[in-house]
C-alpha cells in the first residue's frame, strides 16, 4: 500500500519593484506574500501547521535585465530592508529567514530573460503564509511589474 501524504504545488508572484536604477547588493523587493494555506489543508483555518520544501524558483524578466538575485524565504512577515537599498534586517527578524537561492534571468528570449534555480529549502509554519523578499546582484532598471517568480513547492497534509 502506498500512502501519498504529499502535494506539490506552484505560486506565481510578481512583486512591486521601484522603478529606480539599482545598485549592486540592494534590496530588490521586500516581503511579498506567498499565501499557501488554502492548497497545503484546505478548509482548515489559518493557524494551521504546515510542513513542506521548496523545490525550485524561476523567474521571468519582462525588463529584459538579465540580473542574478538572491532570493529570501521568510516565515513571518518581517522587513529585509528599504527597497534599493543595502538590507539591513535586524538579529531578531533574521531569525525568520527559511532560506536563500540564487537565481539568474539569463536565458535570453528576445524582449525578456528567464532563469530558473533548484533548491531544497525546508520550513515548518503555523498559520498560511510564507514571504519572499529579494536582493539584487546587479545594477537593473526595472518597471514597477518586470519580474514574475514562478514557486514550486511539495507540502505536506495532514501534518
Known amino acids: 500500500m502506498i500512502i501519498e501524504n504529499f502535494r506539490t504545488i506552484i505560486v ?3 512583486p512591486t519593484l521601484d522603478v ?6 540592494d534590496v ?3 516581503r511579498s506574500i506567498l499565501d499557501i494555506g488554502n492548497y497545503a489543508n484546505p478548509g482548515q ?3 494551521q501547521k504546515i510542513r513542506g520544501r521548496i523545490l525550485s524558483v524561476g523567474v521571468l524578466d519582462k525588463d529584459d535585465q538579465g540580473v542574478t538575485m538572491d532570493l529570501c524565504f521568510l516565515k513571518a512577515d518581517v522587513s529585509l530592508g528599504i527597497v534599493n537599498a543595502a538590507p539591513s534586517i535586524t538579529d531578531a527578524d533574521a531569525e525568520n529567514i ?6 539568474a534571468a539569463s536565458k535570453d528570449l528576445g524582449g525578456c530573460r528567464f532563469g530558473q534555480a533548484d533548491c531544497d529549502i ?18 537593473p532598471t526595472h518597471t514597477a511589474f518586470g519580474l514574475k517568480f514562478r514557486i514550486v513547492l511539495e507540502l ?4
Open 98 to 103: 527559511v532560506g536563500f537561492v540564487t537565481v
Open 20 to 25: 529606480g536604477i539599482y545598485a549592486a547588493g
Open 12 to 14: 506565481d508572484l510578481i
Open 45 to 47: 483555518n489559518a493557524v
Open 156 to 159: 505536506e497534509e495532514g501534518y
Open 28 to 30: 530588490l523587493f521586500d
Open 122 to 139: 525546508r520550513f515548518s509554519i503555523t498559520g498560511e503564509t510564507l514571504y519572499l523578499a529579494g536582493i539584487t546582484l546587479g545594477a
